[in-house]
Structures are given as structure tokens and as C-alpha cells.
């Protein structure tokens, strides 16, 4: 019983079985190899006695056999064929003379598959040796077979059961040296916890003059929690610290963000004015000069730029709801889905892409989510759409003008965005200060919107880059966007509520 209870202990861990199966599996190879090396020893040293039984025959016994079969001695003969069918593996001897006939047999008859030897018999006649007749053998290793089995299954069976024993004091000794240890280490370590002071794991085993890897096992594990709980109390002071330092860093920049928010409104309804302003001018022109026109093409031409200037002013109002919304506070991060965000910046850029003919191709995962205030993410996209279409009106007539917008996941926690466009290319020079504050290539423009851009996606832990190979090679905007909610995210909405 107590054997049992050792062996069922052992077996509940992985460990336990593993030693078992190993001790049981090469035991039992070194145990068959073992037999099998033993058997053949053992069928060698017979073959051996058999060849030498047969050799001694020949030597000691063929004489007397031929004087006896020249005599017509058949007690004789019959007294030596019997000590001949003694020897091992002889299961049949005939004594067959000059003419062929058999004069005396002893044993079974010739089978085809046993092994037959024949020796021929001389007398000595007249001072010389004459043949009088022969002697055959009939050879067989049936029985000798039928011994090695049964002595294979005495040595299989007694080797068996002592390398079960064997196995079993293995895995006791095992058990009650290291595995009944492990577990209660285990136990020890799965009831500490990371916030409270760790106690200090012992095992219940008899104390010793030098430590032994148990002994050592232990005392890297309770140093290794002290160090643990000494790291995470020195990290909780730290977390501490740097929010209190965060809170202090989000109320002092405050300021600054309302500023460069009303940077950002100007910009954007500046755009959009300009549109308004010129169709107003132009409108304004064909008023004066109506007379060139019948009525039919001037009401064409009215309801046209009229349809333009109320485009234009529906974008210039959607714009500057975003942006005071933004310069209001109302950042708040929330879950977006981008697809159906992009949808949202294709619609309000709708008319512009129809105007410049843009072909627009979208690949983006309908389970892709990012954690981004709705409107900041919208005046980002918006931006770089409307350069973008602005661009293209560099290009030569009759060019396709081609946006491809797509998205992957490039690490955990983060969705890489990428806008790229046909159209002219930057330069290095270009590339290197398109984000720079007050920079800009356009002749009206005042170098604020991607400054701008690149302020509120860093604001907002992602971040904006450009690549583009040269001149006519197009242009890819690089938008890194988070896909939770981070712990600077999550303390804004706690401030700001």
C-alpha cells in the first residue's frame, strides 16, 4: 500500500510521470537487450557443443563402428548407435552398409528439414583399410530451440520484475528527495501576492552542513520575490510621481493647445473661404456681363456656382463645429470604427474628389478600431485629403488622379493608416520640413495645417510621417493610431470630467 501511495503521488505531476516513464522505458530497453544478448550467448555455446559432439563422432566413434560392421556385430552396433543418439541435437542415426542397405537405425527417420551428415565406415582388411559402409546422422535444433524459449521467458520474466522493483525504489526515492519538495513550493509560491510583502518559502526536510539544489532552488526564489516586492513598491512611487507630474503637465498646456486649436480653425475655414470668395467674385463678373449670355446659359451658370459656394459653405461649417468643439474641451478619446471614419472624410471631401476626378481606392479592415477624439482625427484626415486633391492640380489635363487609403496592423496596441497619392512628389528638401511650423510650397498658404495635424495626433499617443520618392513619384502620409485606451489618455478623460 504504501508503494501505491508513493507511485500515485508521483504520478500526479508532470514530473513524476516523466521520471516513471523514463525509468520504465529504459530499464526495460537495457533489460531486452540484456536477454537478448544472453539468448544469443547461449544458443552460440550450444551450436558450439553440437559441432564439437559431432566432431568427436568422427574421431573417436567411426572406427570401432566399422570393425563392428565387418564383424556383423549388431550388439555392438546397436550399443554405439545409442550412445551416438544421446548426444544433443542427434534425433536420428543409421548405420547403412557397402550395398546400400540399411543393416541397423535408431532414432527417427531423415526429415527434409533437418540436417544430415554422412560419414563413411572402414574395417581393416587384409593389412588395409577397406570402406564396409556408412554412417548417417540426422541433426535437428527443435529442441534445442524449444530450451532457449523456455529460458528466454525464465530470464524475461525474473528481469522484468526486477526492473519494475528497481523502478518503483527509483521513483520513491525521487518522490521523497525532490518532487514532494517541488509541490510544496508550488503551493507556497501560487499564495503570494505581488502587492504584500512576501513571507519566506521553506520546505519541511531535514537541515544539512552544505545546501544542496533544493536548498538553493529555495533561497533563489525567496530572494527573487524580495527583489520583486522591492521593485514593484519602487515602481508604485514612481507611477505616483509621474502623475501627479502629468496632471501638472495637462493643466500647463492647456493654454497652449486652445492656441494652437484657433490656429487650426483659422486655417481650415480660410481654405474653404477662399473657395466662396472666389465663386463670389466670378458670380459677381457674369452678373455684370449678362448681357453676353441668353437666360437659359445664365441660370445654368448661376445655379452651378451657386451649388458650389453652399458646398463649400456646408464644409466651412462642419470645419469650424470640429474645431470649437476641440477648443472646448470636447477631446474626449472615444472608440472609432476607421472604416466607417473614412467614410465620414470621403463624404465631406465627396465634391472636391469629383471635381479633380480623383479615383479612390480603400482597403481598410472593417474590424479595424482606434481610440482617437472624433474630431481631431476628422480635421487630421481632412487635411490630407484636401493637399492632396490640391496637389493633383499640378498635374498636366487629362491625368488620373489616383488616392489609395488602406490599413494594417503593424504592432499590438497600434494600426498603421497610410494615405498615398500619384500626384507631384516632394523633394528631400521638402520632406524633411513639411511639419515644421509657418513652412509651406503654396503661394497662398501660411504653413500651419500639417504642423497642426502632427501636434493633435502626438497629442493623442499616435503619430504622422511622409514619404515620397521624388519628383512625379507621389506621396504616402504614414498615420500610427493607437487601438486602446491609453494611461495619459485615460487621465485626460478623468481631468476633464
Request: charged share 20%.
Amino acid at each position: 500500500m504504501k508503494v501505491l501511495e508513493i507511485w500515485k503521488k508521483s504520478a500526479q505531476g508532470r514530473l513524476g510521470r516523466q521520471t516513471a516513464l523514463l525509468i520504465l522505458s529504459v530499464s526495460s530497453v537495457l533489460t531486452c537487450i540484456s536477454i537478448l544478448w544472453q539468448i544469443g550467448s547461449d544458443f552460440s555455446s550450444e551450436l558450439t557443443r553440437v559441432k564439437e559432439s559431432v566432431a568427436k563422432i568422427e574421431t573417436t566413434t567411426l572406427p570401432s563402428l566399422g570393425r563392428s560392421l565387418w564383424n556383423l556385430d549388431r550388439d555392438q552396433i546397436h550399443l554405439i548407435l545409442d550412445g551416438i543418439i544421446k548426444q544433443p541435437s542427434i534425433v536420428g542415426v543409421r548405420v547403412i552398409d557397402i550395398s546400400g542397405k540399411m543393416y541397423e537405425e535408431m532414432g527417427r527417420a531423415a526429415d527434409s528439414k533437418e540436417r544430415v551428415h554422412n560419414f563413411p565406415l572402414y574395417a581393416l582388411v587384409n593389412s588395409q583399410n577397406q570402406q564396409v559402409g556408412s554412417l548417417q546422422l540426422s541433426e535437428s535444433y527443435e529442441s534445442l530451440y524449444q530450451q532457449l524459449w523456455i529460458r528466454l521467458i525464465n530470464i524475461a520474466f525474473t528481469q522484468l520484475i526486477k526492473t519494475f522493483l528497481m523502478s518503483f525504489i527509483i521513483i520513491g526515492i525521487v518522490e521523497r528527495l525532490i518532487t514532494r519538495h517541488l509541490r510544496s513550493l508550488e503551493v507556497q509560491v501560487k499564495r503570494i501576492s505581488q502587492l504584500s510583502k512576501p513571507e519566506t518559502i521553506a520546505v519541511n526536510r531535514k537541515p544539512s552542513k552544505e545546501p544542496d539544489e533544493i536548498d538553493q532552488v529555495i533561497e533563489a526564489i525567496n530572494r527573487l520575490l524580495r527583489e520583486n516586492y522591492q521593485n514593484i513598491s519602487a515602481l508604485e512611487r514612481i507611477h505616483s510621481e509621474r502623475l501627479l507630474m502629468v496632471a501638472e503637465l495637462v493643466e500647463a498646456q492647456q493654454g497652449v493647445a486652445i492656441q494652437e486649436l484657433a490656429t487650426g480653425i483659422i486655417h481650415d475655414l480660410n481654405n474653404l473661404l477662399t473657395i466662396v470668395h472666389g465663386n463670389a467674385a466670378l458670380l459677381q463678373n457674369i452678373a455684370r456681363t449678362n448681357s453676353f449670355f441668353t437666360d437659359a446659359k445664365f441660370d445654368k451658370l448661376l445655379s452651378s456656382h451657386l451649388e458650389k459656394i453652399i458646398s463649400a459653405s456646408d464644409g466651412a461649417m462642419r470645419i469650424a463645429t470640429l474645431q470649437l468643439d476641440s477648443a472646448k474641451s470636447k477631446t474626449q478619446a472615444e472608440q472609432l470604427n476607421l472604416n466607417e471614419t473614412i467614410k465620414s472624410v470621403l463624404l465631406i471631401e465627396e465634391r472636391d474628389l469629383k471635381r479633380s476626378r480623383v479615383e479612390v481606392q480603400v482597403a481598410i479592415n472593417p474590424e479595424h478600431n482606434i481610440w482617437m477624439p472624433s474630431g481631431i482625427i476628422l480635421t487630421i484626415l481632412i487635411n490630407i485629403l484636401k493637399n492632396a486633391v490640391e496637389a493633383f492640380e499640378l498635374m498636366p489635363d487629362g491625368y488620373q488622379a489616383r488616392l489609395s487609403i488602406r490599413s494594417w496592423q503593424e504592432e499590438k496596441g497600434t494600426l498603421v493608416l497610410s494615405i498615398s497619392d500619384n500626384g507631384p512628389g516632394l523633394s528631400s528638401e521638402v520632406k524633411d520640413k513639411l511639419f515644421n511650423h509657418g513652412f509651406t510650397t503654396k503661394k497662398t498658404g501660411h504653413g500651419f495645417g500639417l504642423h497642426f495635424c502632427k501636434s493633435l495626433i502626438e497629442a493623442n499617443e499616435g503619430s504622422i510621417s511622409v514619404n515620397s520618392e521624388g519628383a512625379n513619384q507621389g506621396t504616402t502620409f504614414y498615420l500610427i493610431l493607437p487601438t486602446n485606451l491609453s494611461q495619459k489618455m485615460l487621465l485626460e478623460q478623468k481631468i476633464g470630467a
